[in-house]
């Protein structure tokens, strides 16, 4: 007797659960869809480019230290001031492209959090019509 209760009991439930979640379920017109899907791609796309960029601002990082480095060196061994002069101006060469490329990847970031606060939103949108 319990276990025929408790069996009823659990197909009530499954019933349930199966008719809130098809009709809490809609449908998302083809088009729509597509253009879910396109957007999703780009902010993955997105997502891929900043990972590299920022892989190569760190080459570069490791990069100029080394320079840094030699540089040291150099003065240590007593080169000549145009040898120096030069290590210098390629240094803050450097420098100012990291920043430069910071500043770029900072603004990537900015644009991928708008276009996944727009796909999330574009998302809702589609579930609710």
Known sequence: ????????????????????????????????????????????????????????????????????????QDRRDGASQAELRADRQEIKADTGDIRSDRRDVNKDLRDRRGDVRDFRQDRRDARRN
């Open 1 to 72: 007797m319990k276990r025929n209760i408790f069996q009823i009991a659990l197909l009530a439930a499954s019933l349930l659960t199966l008719l809130g979640t098809a009709s809490a379920q809609r449908r998302i017109d083809k088009w729509e869809r597509r253009e879910l899907r396109a957007d999703r791609h780009e902010v993955r796309a997105d997502t891929k480019d900043i990972r590299s960029d920022r892989r190569d601002i760190n080459k570069d990082v490791v990069e100029r230290r080394g320079d840094v480095r030699e540089l040291r």
